[in-house]
């Protein structure tokens, strides 16, 4: 019996600690060229799973020239054209140096950021200067099986703090057969960038020391798309979409938002546009994250002058897990598990936590809610099929997630 105990002992795998501060961490996902309407008839697991703790809209607008240059320039760098100087896609214009991308922006106060860049597109990849990446790599366009592999490849290495990982293969399916939720293969070309987003996801989840980390996932597109091109200002080619996603993001859809209106037509409605995320947000809200225990919103630095806001208030507002006061501590065992897993908290609960076992595409295959003082819980997995699993315990001040394997 003494055995026994020794053994239990050796084997537990502490997981979390308490008290412990979460390193915020970003994941940018570009998906050129998908219209809001597509995105939502296509068959996405992948992408749903991440809805699950989202805040977002199929209700964002684009506010300028519905152009990869520019657009991209934007989500990156936090303002519009009239500030980036991108007004197409050879790049010419740029204004990087007064207004870079987000990442170098971030390293003016942690200067230690790793930051890397994935992209399908030549122009990004090799016209883009003062974007803050420690490494850059170019891969095949529209192929995604490369820019996943390359994902997987660089999500598994520690020190990663931003990803940026970039699609084309939706805007190349428009321009060669149209721009249309009606359209097959524009609808598969977006389910095939799901799969890929799938593969990226699960080697997000399987970094060592992810129960440890806060990553803030934000997912967007540059813009739509009508017939076979973009760049003009109907609806079809402004109406586009804002994902934020995180293990400690209160769920949230923002709908029926209405359109702020365009720079390039009669401008912008700028109460109106407060009303749902927009491009220039994703840097700024990716910004605000990253510099979080700095205490000061990236969006009121004078200096930085940027069009975008942070939604970060927002995204984890709702439930108040914003304030994060620390982890649960959460050992476990056994893992691999056939049959059951005994989870035990070293400091017993003091708020009544949500337990959720979730697979890999994000469905909640076992729920229980678990009362304050609780010190142990013990989880059936029989009859789960084997694979990877996200345990997620969640309360209003605490969370804490790990990865367990039922075999
Ligand atoms: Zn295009």
């Known amino acids: 019996m003494k055995n026994y105990f020794l053994l239990f002992s050796c084997m537990l ?59 991209w320039s934007s989500i990156m760098t936090g303002v519009y054209h009239q500030k980036h100087g991108v007004t197409n896609n050879s790049y010419s214009g740029s204004n990087y140096n007064n ?32 974007d803050g990446w420690n490494l850059k790599l170019k891969v095949p366009d529209g192929q995604g ?19 940026f990982v970039y699609f084309d293969a939706v805007d190349l399916a428009g321009h060669s057969s149209g721009f249309n939720p009606a359209n097959p293969s524009y609808i598969a070309a977006i389910e095939n960038v799901d799969g890929h987003i799938g593969g990226i996801l699960n080697a997000l989840y399987a970094r060592p020391n992810y129960a440890n980390e806060d990553w803030l996932i934000l997912i967007t597109t540059d813009h739509g798309g009508i017939g076979t091109g973009h760049g003009g200002n109907t609806n079809q080619e402004r109406h586009i979409w804002w994902i934020a996603s995180g293990n400690n993001v209160s769920p949230r859809q923002l709908t029926n938002r209405p359109d702020p209106g365009s720079y ?17 947000d994703v840097a700024v809200t990716a910004l605000h994250h990253l510099l979080y225990d700095l205490n000061f919103k990236p969006d009121t630095v004078s200096k930085w002058n940027l069009d975008g806001i942070s939604w970060l208030d927002s995204i984890y507002a709702t439930s108040g897990t914003r304030n994060l006061k620390y982890n649960i501590a959460v050992e476990f065992f056994p893992n691999p598990s056939a049959s059951s897993v005994q989870f035990t908290f070293p400091k017993a609960l003091d708020q009544s936590t ?38 997620r315990f969640s309360s209003a001040e605490a969370s804490a997630t790990l990865k367990l394997m039922v075999e």
């Open 264 to 280: 390039q037509i009669s401008g912008v409605n700028q109460s109106v546009r407060r009303q749902s995320p927009v491009q220039a």
């Open 13 to 71: 795998i502490f997981v979390c600690t308490a008290f412990a501060t979460q390193p915020r961490k970003v994941l940018v996902i570009g998906i050129d060229g998908t219209r809001a309407d597509a995105l939502q008839t296509a068959k996405t697991p992948n992408i749903d799973a991440l809805l699950n703790n989202a805040f977002y809209t199929f209700d964002s607008w684009h506010l300028d020239i519905t152009v990869s240059g520019p657009s």
């Open 99 to 130: 207004y870079p991308y987000f990442p170098t922006r971030a390293k003016e106060y942690k200067p230690n950021l790793y930051c890397v860049q994935i992209a399908e597109w030549a122009p990004m990849s090799d016209d883009v200067y003062n």
């Open 145 to 163: 099986t490369p820019t996943e592999n390359a994902a997987v490849t660089q999500l598994a290495n520690p020190n990663l703090d931003v990803l």
């Open 354 to 391: 949500r337990f959720e076992l979730l697979d890999m595409s994000g469905m909640v295959c076992r729920q229980e809610d678990l009362m304050p003082g609780a010190e142990r819980f013990a989880l059936s997995v029989a009859g789960l099929a084997k694979g990877a699993y996200l345990a």
